[in-house]
């Protein structure tokens, strides 16, 4: 929006500085094409179907025969006794992930990337990725196993004096489990990138430092972050404009009843009312208030980290 | 380089190998818990409290069950094809997305990418995606797993950051010799950011890998498509209890069935065959991931 | 009806495929006992098989194509607003006037079987969906168990009381360390329980009862105070393991000697029993005095779920049923029920179906297997024999379903089933509303309850639980159902 009223501020109009654009560069218009193409067809073309969250959408009746509620289900879950439980649930749970697991992949990377025995570095880095391939199911059970009270994790709190419980059903360990898990499956997945964009530094920058003197720990904050700021800034403002969503998957494998204080969220909730009564409409219009929330995030995001730093998506 | 071998240099690195090596540990212990169960009895197994620190005994009786199901075997090369196929087209759209999203000269550079960006927020749902791509005639075909996933929106940003990260002076020496958008593109662009490069091509061949979704939706019919992900999850989340919980059909596998103790052997099983091939995709990633590239490709 | 019928052709039917099945084949199709059912029936059929997990995705989007196939297995569940809205919307077909016709085996126990008829057509009266037809009652498959060489042990017998249960509990604590005497239900509702208190639960789970006409909810119940009081006591004295909310199995739990009680599955625990070594009986349902009535035994019912409907566009509707009713005859069910005439069994002179050898000592299939390859345990509706007699582990292993058969039907004189309840249906919007209202309340309720039980919250807290139920609205959640429990009556 900014963009067009400023370019309307310029002494030629909008249209024919394109015709000019165009005509300068017309092969970027023409390798275009089949990109705009396709997010027109794939992703515009089928956006239609979001009517169904203000329907009483019913699939044998498809969705010009479906009737039309309005904002019901949208009232529905808001004056739901568990909407403002789960929304703070989903935001608390997202932001210890933003406070947790989008640091601990940028500090791995950054300390793999000061470990010079090279091999060594290799092993670890393949091996902190594994994770990443074993499935949820899995993960979880191997969770609930050590959580347990004769699990291993109680085994390690007992040698500390505590005493032996069932980890899980802690309303108050939930969050530090649910969040360390995630963390510990994606930290080598998630620093690949990190240290993919560490190899783009420049070494004629990181030898004129060491003649200049400067400790590692200059060069740190002198070369090597600046070089991975984009990507780091990039991945924070992601994080940022998806605060409303999680993955019900890992909390239906992880939760109990008797935690539901901290670990009920919206998608949980939706697939416990998807479980009573089949139902399109609930989950498309829950669905469309996330994403409405976490796209003003995200442009809140963008336009500070455009700010603070320069970088910014668009 | 040279280093100044200080003291706290040394406790520093000291320090740094021995976290690093915990974090391994850690990290290994999944894989290791499958491999060892995949390869243990099933009754030693079941009477094993802790973490698996060995296979509880040696069979493999269930990787026999696992080859001698029809289903893996066909799952297996469609799973292959769908991640070379699949990546290199993805691989090309980005690249050229990418490209034209870098170019400071390009006017409506900002305008597309917030159209780009605002499909990752809003989507039509399950529904209308699954009318196009039957009006388009490519239900049950390979074709719906492949193209209307064609470009993964983040990984297209990703990559024109790291485009933009090179010096603008690189393109422009080309463009005055005469190189055109795509030499430009694929000669200097591409050798330069190599490393994020390989990043993305891994990150669309693991997602291609692991994904079943598609498959689940517009290959209803054609079983003999199915990649293996959706054959491995079918598997997973058959009988086992935390299966259950996701698995809605519970009621129609009936609940008085009882299963042979074998069965969580022949799990472990499935997830290895499943998983370690893509394990191996790494080091050939990670071989990009050596400095200096840049400077190669200036001095060219 | 005569079979093969003289004008064949071909059906599609839309399926779930057992996870056993997929282990063997790529289709149902590929079944010994579905080409021997396709070759006496004259009907060919196509099979199309869902994705595992994906079920109602799948059935959904073909509903939205338009390319539902002609048969379709167990998918009232699947469709927004139940069956009688799938029927209002155009999806399945309404079959009243076709099945007197095309399906008249099936029929038969319609017209027969009062209760049959009730429970499988629509408040008004319609037949929407093809159920399984059962006329004889299996013994519920869960039920108290305990550690039987332990009570053999210390000459104690089977529970029938709650006191006997904390005496067994007690001696577990003392004299096995290491061991957690009971695990609760992982809900804290314990069905098998509730009952003694008059506050419901079913056993197989539900909280609903109808009392004298009356519908009650367990979370309604001034008792579940009483229930929750005990509960919280065995908590506090460590009868009920601190892991009773996270346990994945536990048949596996006890088998591998970590636990000395729980209700569960009497066939999977009694077969891992066994290979682990250990042994295990059964209890009845215990009570607060020896010998207390107890009115929530398992409900009877002659319709054994697993509705069959047929797509409101399917050209083949008559042949539909054909192939369908062929399930209920003399010789059909066999084949459906037993497998493979001639290979799997033989009519026995009684004209009762008889495993034969083959079936009963195959080498190369598991017998958890056998089930599903041999025969068909699980396909589509079909007249049902009794699970003594048509399932293989039970005939080859006897003492598996006396396990499961001991405290059933006989054995506990005082035990009835006067107040369980038969599933009932709601309108499309009757089904959202109730789907909001259970939402909210159990949301709620369960979460109650297991603080009470784990002490995390006190019991003196119960009236304003009791309160906050209400609020939550289950007065009118007892309302709907009344009126769907008055409508089935009536019909």
């Not at chain 2, 009936?254 to 065959?273: F, H, K, N, S």
Request: glycine share 8%; with cysteine; charged share 20%.
């Amino acid at each position: 929006m900014v963009n067009i009223s400023t370019t309307r501020s310029h002494k030629s109009g909008f249209l024919p500085r394109l015709k000019k654009n165009f005509i300068q560069h017309r092969s970027l218009y023409l390798i275009s094409i089949p990109i705009v193409l396709y997010f027109v067809v794939f992703k515009y073309i089928p956006m239609f179907g979001v009517v169904i969250a203000f329907q009483d959408y019913r699939p044998g009746l498809g969705i010009l025969g479906s009737k039309f509620v309005g904002f019901k289900y949208f009232i529905d879950f808001l004056t739901s006794p568990n909407a403002i439980r789960t929304i703070r649930n989903t935001i608390v749970l997202n932001v210890y992930n933003l406070i947790f697991g989008y640091t601990s992949p940028i500090i791995f990377a950054l300390l793999l990337n000061e470990l010079r025995l090279q091999r060594y570095k290799k092993v670890v880095q393949t091996i902190s990725y594994m994770p990443h391939f074993i499935s949820l199911v899995v993960v979880c059970g191997i969770l609930k196993d050590f959580t347990s009270s004769y699990g291993i994790f109680n085994d390690l709190a007992e040698f500390f004096g505590y005493e032996r419980q069932n980890m899980l059903s802690n309303v108050d360990l939930y969050r530090a489990l649910y969040v360390g898990s995630g963390v510990w499956k994606d930290l080598g997945w998630g620093s690949i990138l990190y240290l993919a964009t560490l190899s783009s530094a420049d070494p004629n920058l990181y030898e004129a430092a060491t003649i200049d003197g400067a400790g590692r720990w200059k060069q740190l904050i002198h070369i090597t972050i600046p070089t991975i700021m984009p990507i780091a800034t990039l991945q924070l403002i992601m994080k940022v404009g998806s605060i409303m969503s999680i993955g019900a998957e890992k909390t239906i494998l992880l939760y109990t009843p008797l935690v539901y204080e901290k670990a009920d969220i919206i998608s949980s909730f939706v697939y416990r009312r998807g479980l009573q009564e089949m139902n399109f409409s609930f989950g498309a219009a829950v669905g469309l208030f996330n994403s409405v929330i976490n796209l003003c995030l995200l442009v809140a995001a963008n336009w500070s980290a455009r700010q603070m730093t320069g970088e910014s998506m668009w | 380089m040279i280093e100044r071998r200080t003291v706290s240099n040394r406790i520093f690195d000291a320090f740094n190998v021995i976290l690093l090596f915990l974090i391994g540990l850690i990290c290994l212990y999944p894989m290791v818990h499958v491999l060892f169960g995949s390869f243990s009895h099933p009754k030693e197994l079941l009477n094993h409290t802790g973490p698996l620190l060995r296979p509880m005994g040696f069979i493999t009786r269930g990787y026999e069950i696992v080859f001698a199901n029809p289903n893996i075997w066909v799952s297996y090369g469609n799973t292959i094809f769908y991640v070379v196929v699949g990546t290199a087209a993805r691989m090309f759209m980005t690249l050229l997305g990418a490209y034209v999203l870098a170019q400071d000269s390009f006017m409506l550079r900002k305008p597309m990418m917030i159209i780009f960006v605002f499909t990752m927020y809003f989507s039509g749902g399950l529904i209308p995606d699954f009318l196009l791509v039957s009006k388009l005639g490519m239900l049950n075909t390979r074709a719906a797993i492949i193209i209307p996933n064609l470009i993964a929106t983040w990984n297209m940003i990703i990559l024109r950051t790291a485009f933009r990260q090179v010096p603008a002076s690189l393109g422009e020496s080309a463009r005055l010799d005469g190189a055109g958008d795509l030499t430009v593109l694929f000669r200097i662009l591409v050798p330069t950011t190599k490393a994020t490069i390989a990043v993305i091509i891994m990150y669309y061949a693991v997602g291609e890998w692991n994904s079943w979704f598609p498959a689940a939706i517009y290959l209803p019919g054609r079983r003999d498509l199915h990649p293996l992900q959706l054959i491995l999850r079918e598997i997973l989340i058959s009988h086992s209890a935390s299966g259950n919980v996701i698995n809605q059909s519970l009621e129609f596998v009936d609940q008085d069935a009882v299963e042979g103790l074998i069965e969580d052997v022949v799990r472990y099983c499935t997830i290895c065959i499943a998983t370690v091939p893509i394990l191996c995709v790494y080091p050939f990633v990670q071989k990009h991931f050596v400095r200096g590239v840049m400077m190669g490709s200036l001095k060219e | 009806m005569k079979y093969p019928v003289e004008e064949g052709g071909k059906v599609t039917m839309w399926i779930p495929l057992s996870s056993v099945v997929a282990k063997y084949y790529k289709s149902l199709a590929e079944n010994a006992t579905v080409k021997q059912y396709v070759k006496d029936s004259g009907i060919d059929v196509e099979f199309v098989h869902p994705p595992s997990g994906q079920e109602e995705e799948n059935f959904n989007l073909l509903v939205v194509s338009d390319s539902l196939p002609d048969i379709l297995v167990d998918c009232n569940k699947y469709y927004a607003g139940g069956v009688d809205a799938a029927v209002a919307d155009g999806v399945f077909a309404d079959l009243t006037d076709l099945v007197p016709e095309y399906a008249p085996d099936y029929n038969y126990f319609l017209e027969n079987n009062d209760l049959f008829r009730k429970l499988a057509t629509s408040i008004d009266g319609k037949i929407y969906n093809i159920y399984n037809y059962k006329d004889v009652q299996a013994p519920y498959y869960h039920r108290p168990q305990y550690r039987g060489d332990w009570l053999k042990e210390w000459g104690m017998r089977e529970p029938r009381t709650f006191d006997e249960c904390e005496a067994y509990f007690q001696k577990v604590l003392e004299e096995k360390s290491g061991v957690a005497p009971y695990l609760l239900a992982a809900n804290g509702l314990e069905g098998h329980f509730l009952g003694a208190f008059e506050i419901g639960g079913q056993t197989n789970g539900g909280l609903f009862f109808v009392k004298q006409g009356k519908i009650h909810h367990t979370f309604n119940e001034p008792r579940l105070k009483d229930y929750l009081e005990l509960m919280n006591k065995w908590y506090e004295k460590g009868y009920i393991s601190p892991d009773f909310t996270t346990v994945e199995s536990k048949e596996e739990e006890i088998a591998k000697g970590r636990a000395a009680a729980a209700v569960c599955n009497t066939d999977g625990l009694f077969t891992l029993a066994a290979e682990m070594g250990i042994e295990v009986v059964t209890g009845p349902y215990p009570r607060i005095n020896e010998g207390d009535p107890f009115h929530f035994d398992i409900f009877y019912f002659p319709q054994n779920g697993n509705p069959n409907a047929i797509a409101a566009k399917s050209e083949n509707k008559e042949l539909a049923l054909m192939f369908l009713n062929y399930g209920f005859t003399h010789h059909g069910s066999g084949v459906v029920n037993f497998g493979e005439t001639g290979v799997t069994w033989e009519m026995g002179d009684d004209g009762i179906p008889k495993f034969t050898d083959f079936a009963l000592n195959n080498p190369d299939i598991p017998m958890s297997d056998a089930e599903y390859i041999l025969r068909l345990h699980t396909c589509w509706a079909k007249y049902r024999y009794g699970d003594d007699i048509s399932m293989i582990r039970n005939v080859a292993n006897p003492e598996t379903w006396e396990y499961r058969a001991r405290w059933g039907v006989g054995d506990d004189p005082t035990c009835d089933n006067a107040y369980a309840l038969p599933t009932l249906s709601f309108t499309a919007e009757e089904a959202a509303e109730v789907g909001r209202l259970t939402n909210d309340i159990y949301t709620y309720a369960e979460e109650m309850v297991l603080k009470f039980i784990t002490g995390a919250e006190s019991l003196d807290k119960f009236d304003e639980f009791a309160e906050n139920i209400q609020n939550l609205g289950m007065p009118r959640l007892l309302e709907l159902y009344q009126n769907a429990y008055d409508k089935f009556l009536a019909k």
